[in-house]
Each structure stands twice: as C-alpha cells, then as structure tokens.
C-alpha cells in the first residue's frame, strides 16, 4: 500500500519504517530541511535500539523516502498518516496547532479519496476537529481515523512490528476496511485489531497511560509507607503481582516515572476532565505524588550528609528517563541534579546514551564521564537514578575505592538487599530498609 507519514518525530518515525518493513511504500514528510537530508543519507535521528537496521534496508530498498513537501506527500499515500507533535500546554491541555495547520493543508491539496489518521495522542474530539479542518477546503472524499500507538521507547520497533492490540477508531467501512488490509500483516499471532469509534479511540491512549502511571504512582506509595513500617515493597512487590487479577508489570517502585508520554498524558487528560467538568481526582493525586517522588533520594542523600552538602561530588549513574533509551524528558535525574547543584554539591554523571542531551540542557554545570567507573573517581557518594543493565552487576570493589564516603542512593532498587550486606556499603533504596556500613 502506498502510505504518507507527516512529521517525523519519535511516533512517525517509528510507523513510517515498520510500515516500509512490510512491503509498503513509504513518504516521511518533515518540514525540517536539515533533517530531511541527514535522513535521506541514512542518518536516524533518534537512538532506538534496531531502528537503525530497518531504516537503512528500506531506505535501500527504495521503499521509505523522505521529503519536505506535504503535497508530494499527500499525492503519494493513500492513507497519511498525522504524527505530529502535541505538546503540554501551559495549562496541561494538549496543543493542537501542528495538528490542525496541517489539517488545513491538507483539506486544500487533496485531490482523491484519503484515510486520514490521527496517531499522535490527542484529546476526545480531535478527529472530529480535525474533520471539520479538513471539511472546509475538501474537494473530494476523507475519513478521518484514530489510530493511537502504545510504543514504549527503547521498545518500539518490537512493539510495532508485534503489536498486543491494534485500535482503530473509524465509523467508516471504507477506512476499517484499509485499515485491516494495512495492520493484517502485524496481528499474524492473532492478537486483535479492535474497532470502536473515533473517541473511545482516543480516549482509550489517555486511559491506558494514566493507568500505568497510576499503578507506578500507586506502588510508589506503598514503597513510602514500606519505609515507614519497616516493610520491603519488593516482597509486596511480588505478593501482590502474583495475583493475575493485578500482573507482575508496572510495579517497580522507583523515583517517578518520566518520558515524553506519561507526564503529558496524565496532565491532559485531567486538564480534558476539568474542561469537561469532571474532576479527576485520582490524576491529580498521581501528578502530585510523582512530582514528590522523583526527589524521594533527597531527604536520604541529606539526611545521611547531616544536611550538607556543600562541596560534596557525587557520581550519577544514568540519566535517561528509563534504560534503551537517550530520552531525557521528564527525567527525575533532571531535577535531583538541580536540587543538588542548589545545595552546592558537584556531579560527575554517566550514561550510556543520554549524555550529549543533558549536556545541551546543563551545559558544564555537571561533569561527564567515558565510564561509569571513570565517574566514580574523586566522588563521595554515588546515585542511581535509570536502571540500564550494566549498573546491575558492578565492581563493587571499585566502587568502594573511589567513594569517599561509601554510600549508594538507588533510585531503582537494583540490589539485593543480602548482597550489598556483604559489600560492607552503606545503601539508601526505595521502600525498602537502609543498610548502614559499619566501617
Ligand atoms: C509509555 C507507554 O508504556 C507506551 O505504551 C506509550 O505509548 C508511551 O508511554 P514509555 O514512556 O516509552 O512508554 O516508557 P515506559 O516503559 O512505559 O515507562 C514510563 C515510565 O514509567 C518510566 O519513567 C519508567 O521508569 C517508569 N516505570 C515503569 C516505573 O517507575 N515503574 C515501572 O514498574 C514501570
């Protein structure tokens, strides 16, 4: 099938080469011209892991182009594809300009029959605006659809490529039917295409995201309360995850969720509900407590400091939001780094792949390391705030020669608790009892 993408941020991108993966014939349309080029020479923009080998065997193959020209990619695809960015706005809301001007636009160059689909996550009612846009200057026949992506980074092509569930929001035979046809070749495993109308459609994104984050945030309290009583949530953990009713995922206690989707979600969704006149307690109870959390170290690194941290270094392992991923939006490393350069303590941060983003946002107010032992060195504590892999078997030894004070804050509960007894360290985690060195 002969499919347009406009906008070629982290969703579009991601559609555009796992559509291409299948055999159809793919235009990515951007209006940025640098990156236009750099991905026409096999550049991908963004880090996500076999991203890379996709990109560059359909690129090959001729079947994904890029372009700047939203008419060149109009008059290709039959269904285009809207994966356009949809930020916060001051007041929470989701921003619909990118996705409305474009709308416009493509209400006046549209010359045949095109299934428009909404992927971005919009609020209910957004396909029925963006009709209405497109209504204005059409000459010819439009369906407008919802199909909303449930792509977690660092995960995205396996996500795509091999979807749980595919949601289609459409009242239009013609477009499910194109839809189906498009999606058949995703759902061999027999996992479903679920057809509903375009705003349960949209609802749906906004639902299943504020879920998950209200599980975290959920856990996340329990995991308080846990260091109250003296309880280890990673017993409660599993207690409760292995009841099926409640499922094992989407418990870990940590320093907050992050990232480019849950934070935005929660707060639009609640600011929807409030423009709706319903109040969403539970979210705003969640956007509150998450807000707290991701500076849950804090009160540990003071309180073990004496409340001074003055002068005080301290080596960072992880700076994305979550492992796989160079994402640092939302990222609770992000705002623990502000909170201790206010104290006046100095960092020495490494991460695997997020470095060069957060030295564009910092600048040199924090140092960088090549390694997460070369981080260590002249260091008094270290933190832990993304669970990448390699931080989850270190050298201890060499952790312990180079911290001056040798002490842990994990904001991922990465260590057993047994283990680091025998390490000789002291180590604060999440819900879970403190383990004091007695050297
Ligand atoms: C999420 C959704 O999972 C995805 O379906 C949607 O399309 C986009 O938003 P993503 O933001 O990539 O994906 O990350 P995800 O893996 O879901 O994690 C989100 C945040 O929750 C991270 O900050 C992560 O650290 C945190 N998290 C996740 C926890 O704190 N505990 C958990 O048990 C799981």
Not at 42 to 59: A, K, Q, S, W
Not at 116 to 142: L, Q, R, W
Not at 184 to 203: F, T
Not at 299 to 319: C, E, Q, S, V
């Amino acid at each position: 099938m002969k499919i347009s993408v406009i906008g070629t941020g982290y969703v579009g991108l991601v559609t555009g080469t796992c559509l291409a993966e299948t055999g159809n014939e793919v235009i990515c349309v951007d209006i940025d011209k640098e990156k236009v080029k750099k991905m026409r020479n096999g550049e991908v923009p963004i880090y996500e892991p076999h991203l890379d080998v996709l990109f560059e065997r359909n690129i090959k193959a001729g079947r994904l182009r890029f372009t700047t020209s939203l008419e060149e990619g109009l008059n290709h695809g039959e269904i285009i594809f809207l994966a356009l960015p949809t930020p916060e706005d001051e007041d929470g809301s989701a921003d619909l300009s990118y996705v409305l001007g474009v709308a416009e636009d493509i209400g006046r160059l549209m010359n045949d029959y095109k299934v428009i689909v909404d992927k971005s996550t919009v609020p209910v009612g957004t396909a029925e605006k963006v009709n209405e846009v497109i209504s204005k200057n059409a000459k010819c026949d439009f369906d407008v659809v919802s199909n909303p992506e449930f792509l977690r980074e660092g995960f995205a092509v396996d996500d795509f490529l091999k979807p749980e569930r595919i949601v289609v929001g459409s009242t239009s035979e013609r477009a499910i039917e194109l839809m189906k046809k498009l999606y058949k070749p995703y759902v061999r495993s027999g996992n479903p295409i679920i057809i509903m109308d375009e705003k349960s459609a949209e609802l749906t994104k906004y639902a299943a995201n504020s879920f998950l984050a209200t599980k975290i945030t959920f856990m996340n309290e329990i995991a308080n309360y846990c260091e109250k009583v003296g309880a280890d949530v990673s017993k409660v953990r599993i207690g409760m995850g292995t009841d099926s009713r409640i499922g094992k995922r989407f418990l870990f206690p940590g320093i907050g969720y992050g990232g480019s989707c849950f934070p935005k979600d929660v707060k639009a969704l609640h600011k929807s509900g409030k423009d709706d006149n319903y109040d969403f307690k539970i979210l705003e109870s969640v956007i509150d407590v998450n807000a707290t959390q991701k500076l849950a170290l804090l009160p540990k690194i003071k309180n073990h400091f004496k409340d001074n941290l003055k002068g005080k270094t301290f080596a960072m392992w992880g700076l994305a939001f979550k492992p796989e991923t160079d994402d640092i939006r939302e990222a609770p490393a992000l705002d623990i780094i502000n909170e201790l350069l206010n104290e006046g303590a100095k960092i020495k941060a490494f991460d695997p792949e997020a470095m060069n983003n957060v030295a564009r946002k910092c600048g040199d107010k924090i140092e960088f390391s090549k390694t997460m032992y070369d981080a260590l060195q002249g260091t008094d504590a270290l933190i832990i705030c993304t669970e990448w892999s390699i931080f989850r078997t270190p050298d201890f030894d060499k952790i312990k020669n180079n911290l001056t004070d040798n002490v842990i804050f994990d904001g991922r509960n990465l260590y057993d608790l047994e283990d680091i007894k025998k390490e000789n360290l002291s180590y604060y985690s999440i819900g879970r009892e403190a383990i004091i060195s007695q050297i």
